[in-house]
T-cell receptor, first 112, second 111 residues
Framework: DAGVTQSPTHLIKTRGQQVTLRCSPK?????VSWYQQALGQGPQFIFQYYEEEERQRGNFPDRFSGHQFPNYSSELNVNALLLGDSALYLCASSLAYGETQYFGPGTRLLVL | QKEVEQDPGPLSVPEGAIVSLNCTYS??????FMWYRQYSRKGPELLMY????GNKEDGRFTAQVDKSSKYISLFIRDSQPSDSATYLC???????????FGQGTRLTINP
């Protein structure tokens, strides 16, 4: 049983560029949440997708957007990258109203 | 005041010691509390979780919630070098459907 998978593992971009990160949830899960983890900090909630719609959103600007596909996989898009967007981006999957979230290995984004 | 506060450490103890990791929270609503372990350059791994109050034990790990003082703890018995990692506490608020994390405590178990 595959757990949560994310791609790519690492990414280097320059300021102003756009990036797309991808996530496949754990088998049987239908809800995907995205978190940003800066170095030395705990993960911060970006948003959650369920039934192909954004269900909850954290305190992140509109430059951060997402999508969920019918197979429950998800994408995180970040436009107009800033240096401060450099972080580990984590995807977590869960059941629709389940409290337990399982994380993927993350995508490490470096913005130069 | 942050919703979940955690001492970032670092914490260094000898192998075999009992480790106590702690967090405080500010919201009194019914909620779940989670403990995640994160190895360097990896994603967080769910260790265990408890509902609003009480203890939960799983092998060498015990999670404890003290509602009166808004304090949550993770105890590790017979600590091993493989326990060296960053430990993250988090609360899950039903309805918000999101996890709110503490900063994480970096733990090193010395052989």
């Amino acid at each position: 049983d595959a757990g949560v998978t994310q791609s790519p593992t690492h990414l280097i971009k320059t300021r102003g560029q756009q990036v797309t990160l991808r996530c496949s949830p754990k088998s049987g899960h239908d809800t995907v949440s995205w978190y940003q983890q800066a170095l030395g900090q705990g993960p911060q909630f970006i948003f959650q997708y369920y039934e192909e719609e954004e269900r909850q959103r954290g305190n992140f600007p509109d430059r951060f957007s997402g999508h969920q596909f019918p197979n429950y996989s998800s994408e995180l898009n970040v436009n107009a990258l800033l240096l401060g967007d450099s972080a580990l981006y984590l995807c977590a999957s869960s059941l629709a109203y389940g409290e337990t979230q399982y994380f993927g290995p993350g995508t490490r984004l470096l913005v130069l | 005041q942050k919703e979940v506060e955690q001492d970032p450490g670092p914490l260094s103890v000898p192998e075999g010691a009992i480790v106590s990791l702690n967090c405080t929270y500010s919201n009194s609503a019914f909620q779940y509390f989670m403990w995640y372990r994160q190895y360097s350059r990896k994603g967080p791994e769910l260790l265990m979780y408890t509902y609003s109050s009480g203890n939960k034990e799983d092998g060498r790990f015990t999670a404890q919630v003290d509602k009166s003082s808004k304090y949550i703890s993770l105890f590790i018995r017979d600590s091993q070098p493989s326990d060296s990692a960053t430990y993250l506490c988090a609360r899950y608020l039903q309805g918000a459907q999101k996890l709110v994390f503490g900063q994480g405590t970096r733990l090193t178990i010395n052989p």
